[in-house]
């Protein structure tokens, strides 16, 4: 498990589950995409911004359109 930052949103922190060989990808300052493959974008931007998912929608007034293979 991964905790995030405090959401700019509702200022509530978060986690994602996550696996322990693709974070230690990520915390050695590789790329999100590349070190999180299987992951959806809308967790990958919870992991770098704190924006939930649901957030994201109150704020925009719709999902991530992003593909899961940016």
């Known amino acids: 498990m991964f905790a995030t930052r405090r959401c700019p949103v509702c200022y509530k ?3 994602v ?3 322990e060989a693709e974070l230690l990808h ?3 300052g590789n790329y999100i995409q590349d070190s ?3 992951m959806s974008v809308p967790l990958r931007e919870q ?4 924006v939930h ?3 994201w929608v109150s704020m925009f007034g719709q ?3 992003d593909s899961i293979n940016d």
């Open 26 to 28: 990520y915390l050695r």
């Open 53 to 55: 998912p649901d957030c």
């Open 47 to 50: 992991i770098i911004s704190g």
């Open 63 to 65: 999902e991530r359109e």
């Open 36 to 38: 999180f493959k299987t």
């Open 17 to 19: 589950m996550v696996d």
């Open 13 to 15: 922190t978060g986690t």
